[in-house]
Nanobody
Framework: VQLQASGGGLVQAEASLRLSCRDS????????VAWFRQAPGKEREFVAT????????VTADSVKGRFIISRDRAKYTVYLQMNSLKPEDAAMYYC?????????????????WGQGTQVTVSS
């Protein structure tokens, strides 16, 4: 597994962005994949996770109703659709592939990590 995150950028509050996480080695089809984020001076926090087949998702309360995680198995890509962005959503966003087909919100559930993509939200 080799994860490449992309899609970040600078947007105004209430705008939308879609992040992508692609496995360039095309081997994470059976792994859960999640997005985490980390703002300067803060701990890395869970955002959302999707099961291996896309049928099950879990989203953090802080983004529920605004962010949607999904995956396209044919493209070996997981997406994070972020709507109604707020300044407090600004962070480096990381995607991660888990040890198993389903995973939770713990950092320790995830084995492989991408390099991160920066999201900046201006008020």
């Amino acid at each position: 597994v080799q994860l490449q995150a992309s899609g970040g950028g600078l947007v105004q509050a209430e705008a939308s962005l879609r992040l992508s996480c692609r496995d360039s080695r095309r081997t994470f089809s059976n792994n859960a994949v999640a997005w985490f984020r980390q703002a300067p001076g803060k701990e890395r926090e869970f955002v959302a996770t999707v099961s291996w087949n896309g049928d099950s998702t879990v989203t953090a309360d802080s983004v529920k109703g605004r962010f949607i995680i999904s995956r396209d198995r044919a493209k070996y890509t997981v997406y994070l659709q972020m709507n109604s962005l707020k300044p407090e959503d600004a962070a480096m966003y990381y995607c991660a592939a888990g040890y198993k087909s389903c995973a939770g919100a713990r950092i320790s559930d995830y084995r492989y990590w991408g390099q991160g993509t920066q999201v900046t939200v201006s008020s």
